[in-house]
């Protein structure tokens, strides 16, 4: 990240792997102390960012006592102690992700507003992600207007657009990221549009669709048009997300991916809704499920596309931070790497 001119990064921690399981708790603590030294050695900044994803009403209290732990262990209030960590509206920030969507999650609105009251009152500032259509409520975010209540608690909202557009439509979408910004100012809210620079789920689901990359193009010109719509900050997705081919980071070129070699041919199983790669085909499967070679299915794995330095993706987010910040000019086209 350094290297690369990217400013910092958020740390994910999955509420239903750190509470009520203990291994998942002792893997994410880990993971995120490794980060946190990393953050100070390498002056980046740094944020942990819950997923609501295994967040139910009763494990609240045990939720807000995981980021007391956090506040405590890294003493977040003693900024001379983890010295990059996020602050906004002079608080450390946390942030909860997975505020408003309509696909039938555990838990409610109002699970959320009393873990927001709480955090708050440990001393954090609130940024939350919310669905794309959280302004008008309607799509994948839910109808009720309780959901503008909370973001209007926050100090940063975060809409979730992977997928949600392609090169092809995003002119719409440039549209909604105006009124969204417009939305909050008005509201007092910072707003950071989210840029990715492609998708595929079919790193982990075989018949979905593939968002491509265009070569950066794509995620340029989502870069370009947030800045140019009045954008302050910009939140990329992700650094490190393979199985839905976001990443940012460097990984193999897609020649060089050895299962998208034919001789490294694989079997993919589905099985009681899942996904899962074997060595060997699974046989006496009934009703959906199915076992067929990889090759039968047209997967390859989303590499970085060939002709392109494994390090694109990173370079090109440290050009956007450089053009957000005004240091090179605010241009559409594709910035020249010498």
């Not at 995981?66 to 920030?93: C, E, H, S, V, W």
């Not at 709480?118 to 939350?128: A, N, P, W």
């Not at 070129?253 to 060997?280: A, C, F, H, M």
Request: hydrophobic share 35%; aromatic share 12%; with cysteine.
């Amino acid at each position: 990240m350094k290297d690369y001119g990217t400013d910092g990064v958020f740390m994910q921690r999955f509420v239903g792997e750190v509470i009520d399981n203990p291994d998942g708790k002792d893997h994410f603590d880990k993971v995120l102390e490794s980060a946190m030294e990393g953050s100070n050695t390498y002056q980046r900044a740094i944020c942990v960012m819950y997923d609501l994803g295994g967040f139910l009403s009763d494990r609240l209290t045990k939720t807000l006592a995981d980021a007391q732990n956090i506040m405590d262990k890294y003493q977040l209030k003693d900024r001379t102690k983890q010295k990059f960590y996020l602050y906004q509206n002079g608080k450390p920030l946390i942030v909860l992700w997975g505020v408003g969507f309509n696909d039938g999650r555990p838990y409610s609105l109002t699970d959320v507003e009393n873990l927001m009251k709480g955090l708050r009152e440990k001393g954090f500032s609130i940024m939350l992600g919310v669905p794309t259509f959280w302004r008008e409520r309607r799509n994948d975010a839910v109808s009720d207007l309780k959901l503008h209540e909370l973001i209007k608690a926050s100090d940063v909202v975060m809409p979730w657009f992977v997928g949600r557009y392609g090169m092809s439509n995003y002119a719409d979408f440039h549209t909604l990221i105006e009124k969204d910004i417009a939305w909050c100012r008005s509201n007092s809210v910072e707003y950071a549009p989210l840029c990715f620079p492609g998708s595929s789920d079919r790193n982990m689901h075989p018949n979905n669709a593939i968002n491509k990359r265009y070569g950066g193009q794509f995620l340029w010109n989502q870069i370009y048009h947030c800045i140019k719509s009045g954008a302050q900050m910009l939140y990329i997705a992700m650094f490190d997300e393979i199985d839905e081919g976001t990443a940012i980071y460097k990984c193999l070129n897609q020649r060089d991916v050895p299962g998208n070699d034919p001789e490294n041919d694989y079997w993919v199983l589905y099985q009681n809704g899942k996904y899962s790669i074997r060595t060997s085909q699974v046989t006496g499967l009934t009703g959906n499920d199915w076992c067929k070679l990889a090759s039968e299915l047209n997967v390859t794995f989303q590499g970085i596309e060939d002709g392109l330095p494994t390090d694109h993706y990173l370079w090109l987010t440290g050009q956007g931070r450089k053009m957000l910040r005004g240091e090179i000019p605010l241009k559409q086209s594709l910035p020249e790497r010498k």
